[in-house]
């Protein structure tokens, strides 16, 4: 068993896929950390679609240049109706809650041997058209997600990390 801190480490986003579906119950551990990753005042906003079946894939692949060739995508959106807002300026805290539910996916997936991708790279406008969803559901994130291919690996720029000093204020 590996401390949270190698798995962090360990964890880099996967460019290339193997052509193998994920089990359910895989992927249903996967939701389950989504599920219970923390959100302002617990309002629990995250929405999520997986999209697995090829038709959907491709609308997938019509929003974005990167799925990777993976046999599946969160897509992560939160609803705009029940996210907590904040009373000084009525900022509201969906983007937020869905970056750390979408950040317990992506750790959830490579403590159970699969890979991901943070894609932030899409057009919300379309993709909330071409998968109809309410105006009020916000995409935030696709996380392609599958098991990594055999040379799968990190590109240079995952070593590259500044001093810890120099992230403090």
Known sequence: ????????????????????????DTLNKVLEAGR???TASNRQPQRIKII???AELAKIDEC?????????????????????KRKYDGATSGEVDASIVTTHLMLAAHDLGLGTCWVMHFNPAKVSERFALPKYIVPV??????YPAENAEPLQLHYDKVELERILL
Do not use: H
């Open 1 to 24: 068993m590996s401390t949270f801190l190698e798995l962090a480490v360990a964890r880099f986003s996967v460019r290339n896929f193997k052509n193998q579906p994920i089990e359910p």
């Open 52 to 54: 697995t079946a090829a």
């Open 141 to 146: 994130a696709m996380l392609p997600i599958g």
């Open 64 to 84: 974005t240049p990167c799925r990777f060739g993976a046999p599946a995508v969160l897509l992560i959106c939160y609803d705009s109706n029940i996210c907590w």
């Open 36 to 38: 219970v990753a923390p």
